[in-house]
């Protein structure tokens, strides 16, 4: 289950009008992109180079999955917090976590799970992460976030 | 896991330009919203009415959670089919499977199982699901939806 | 012309990667609700309710016309100030006009003019605009803004 | 004006639940995308290629205009006609016409003139529109587009 306390990192976002459908709250679609705007500014926190470049360079990260779960609806206006944190790396895969609340904290308005895989961009098959990702998510979530290393494959 | 056959209703969504991202694929947010365009689809074919009267009318239809899958990417002007299907409808909560596939159904693009509850408007809690839906979905799925009825209850 | 100097209600936005299309630049329907998200902004700085309630209310005000000029291309990541004024209020109508800039506002990126009308939400008619909106704006704007009273109607 | 019997192509758009706003009318900012939606289907119609090879490669087309007038609502679920007509190419420029319409080209939703130019890419300053472009929308429009022919400028 998500841990509340394991957030380290969370920006606002206030509902924009056309983010609000017709039933007057805002459409399921919007918090997998208020989710994975904070995911992009989790990771430009840590250190990580998030740009079209560098998603066409060495290693491209594509999404695989997501989970989302909506608890409460929010509506036009509203502010928002949004928390990200990276829960597990594993050899070629990472997971981060987000969840949305409002009124300070005190309504959680929805849960997500993202599941991602690195990719060699010439193969297009999975690829080890590398060390120097593995250490500014460390730097940051330390005990917080299971890290397997590559250098544990080596011994 | 998701069974192919069980899926009797498609619908074509062609990807328009902007619904691309930098990285020239179908940014992972629309294939929600096909999922959904597909489950209306699907549902005015059944025969229910899907309107905003009958939204905030005697019962109130929220989505709680979306699991979705991605598989591989779609590209602009990509014909996409979309197949819907209940998988099952118990006392207030129903569940619908979508998957898209490309290429004549050779290529699996992205998966997607979506829960929804059943609400009474005036109080905003669960709410058992009427016999008419449930009559509507059998008649077009048979055995391949799990129903369990209400009448079953009173027995 | 639209008069730079005019304009004294400035957001930032910062551009979302799912708001970049394939050639790397804001889609051009973004920059359309960047403009809209800052005139809900400036109407709420000057007091005016902007709510589904107030909407739905004694008065609706629909958009009628939307003017875009495309001066410079926004990417991923930067920051966008957007700026708005009223240019005009008259019977039943007004104006807004909207400039989006970048880089401390070394670069414009787009401008936009937005006219709407003033409905009586039973008939769909146009409907005289009341004093108490053209006295919030006038307390912002002051001569910035054409103001046409109606009590000068009286007259 | 836009000249309705000058239109020769249409595609239909069924409007979905998540392009319609609080007031039960489809966003403002959704117009927009079905006219370029229609555009591109026109162009293709018309053998021009469409696709993120062409736009990076000899020419690049960028909008710098578009003008939208709102004419009456659309709603939920509603089925579109969408038409597009090329009004005019000049030496390094072009501007399309839209209409979408419903119930059968009773009603008049909005209308759309959106002005585009050829843009070298290697120095992003107007280019020449080929004669091979000239002719594909002449084939199609005959007398009904302006055409400036570049050959002309030789004489």
């Known amino acids: 289950m998500i841990d509340r306390k394991k957030f380290k990192h969370t920006i606002q976002i206030r509902v924009r009008n056309y983010e609000v459908d017709w039933q007057g709250i805002v459409h399921n679609g919007n918090y997998l992109l208020y989710f994975e705007a904070a995911r992009i500014e989790y990771l430009k926190h840590l250190g990580v180079k998030v740009d079209m ?17 909506y608890e409460s609806p929010a509506y036009f206006d509203e502010l928002l917090e949004v928390s990200t944190r ?70």
């Open 53 to 69: 470049k560098s998603i066409q360079g060495e290693g491209k990260v594509v999404l695989v999955r997501n989970e989302i779960d």
């Open 86 to 155: 990276m829960s597990f790396i594993r050899d070629s895969s990472f997971a981060m976590e987000g969840i949305i609340e409002k009124n300070g904290g005190e309504i959680l308005v929805a849960r997500n799970v993202a599941y991602h895989v690195w990719l060699d961009p010439r193969t297009d098959r999975p690829k080890t992460i590398g060390d120097d990702f593995r250490k500014l998510v460390q730097a940051f979530e330390s005990t917080d976030c299971e890290i397997s290393w590559t250098s544990m494959n080596v011994w």
